[in-house]
């Protein structure tokens, strides 16, 4: 059964940037053929895509955050992360971690507070 | 960018009663069209696929219909545990999800 984790701090600093990582298990990044994506979504609001990766190495962004957006893989230990820079209040969220552009599995999600 | 008109943004119903959400794509994206249910403190579901197709699984109330630019998400007899947020979400030209729609029990 996939299964993907989210995992990194869960306080930024306004101005630095926010790290985080998602596992996967049940699947191999590598070779499971899939796109692997990072969304996010503000406390009491929508739903709003940041990313998808193919780990062949192609990277797609939301235009609006595309210049603050970094997206890499680690296929030596199935997983990937986003780096987010110069963060602000606004960037407070759950973010979620998921497969495919179908977004078929997800992770449970993880809250990251912009706040000095 | 492609841009989601989902509505209405809220419906209350009884249980029973037929429920139907409907998406505007700004623009043709033949059937890349997926539906989600969220619940509170959860991570969304997928419950429909490329605009018609049931995820295995998923309970066969839900159904989803369109194709271009108009898109439409049925519950045929709504239940007390549908109770939760949708969200309509394309992906013909990067990723878009609509605004949401929160359905409630009347």
């Known amino acids: 059964q996939l299964q993907l984790q989210e995992s990194g701090p869960g306080l930024v600093k306004p101005s630095e940037t926010l790290s985080l990582t998602c596992t996967v298990s049940?699947?191999?990044?590598?070779?499971?053929?899939?796109?692997w994506a990072w969304i996010r979504q503000p406390p009491g609001k929508g739903l709003e895509w940041i990313g998808t990766?193919?780990?062949?190495?192609?990277?797609y962004y939301n235009p609006s955050l595309e210049s603050r957006v970094t997206m890499s893989v680690d296929a030596s230990k199935n997983h990937f992360s986003l780096k987010l820079s110069s963060v602000t209040a606004a960037d407070t969220a759950v973010y979620y971690c998921?497969?495919?552009?179908?977004?078929?599995?997800w992770g449970q999600g993880t809250l990251v507070t912009v706040s000095s | 960018d492609i841009q989601m008109t989902q509505s209405p943004s809220s419906l209350s119903a009884s249980v029973g009663d037929r429920v139907t959400i409907t998406c505007q794509a700004s623009?043709?994206?033949?059937?890349?069209m997926n539906w989600y249910q969220q619940k509170p403190g959860k991570a969304p579901k997928l419950l429909i696929y490329?605009?018609?197709n049931l995820k295995t699984g998923v309970s066969s109330r839900f159904s989803g219909s369109g194709s271009g630019t108009d898109f439409t998400f049925t519950i045929s007899s709504l239940q007390p545990e549908d109770i939760a947020t949708y969200y309509c979400?394309?992906?013909?030209?990067?990723?878009?999800f609509g605004g949401g729609t929160k359905v409630e029990i009347k």
């Open positions: 998921a497969r495919s552009w179908v977004l078929d599995y």
């Open positions: 049940g699947d191999s990044i590598r070779s499971s053929g899939y796109y």
């Open positions: 990766f193919y780990f062949s190495g192609s990277t």
């Open positions: 623009q043709d994206i033949s059937n890349y």
């Open positions: 490329d605009a018609s």
């Open positions: 979400q394309q992906y013909d030209n990067l990723l878009t």
